[in-house]
């Protein structure tokens, strides 16, 4: 999980993270339980309308 963590917080693009699940260097499985602990932060959304 450790590891995970540490290439997110590098960098959190998708593109990236698809790649070293390719090479396998991390697993998707590794990847869905890190997001699972990550906080439900949906309630701080605010509504925009755009014109």
């Given amino acids: 999980m450790k ?3 540490d ?3 590098k960098n959190p693009d998708k593109r990236i993270l ?3 699940i ?3 260097e ?3 499985k590794d ?3 890190y997001l699972k602990t990550l906080p ?3 309630d701080n959304a ?3 309308t755009v014109e």
């Fill in 26 to 28: 991390i697993t998707e």
């Fill in 3 to 5: 590891k995970i963590k």
């Fill in 46 to 48: 605010v509504e925009m």
């Fill in 22 to 24: 390719l090479k396998g």
């Fill in 31 to 33: 990847l869905m339980e």
């Fill in 40 to 42: 439900d932060l949906s």
């Fill in 7 to 9: 290439l997110i917080a």
């Fill in 18 to 20: 698809k790649q070293k």
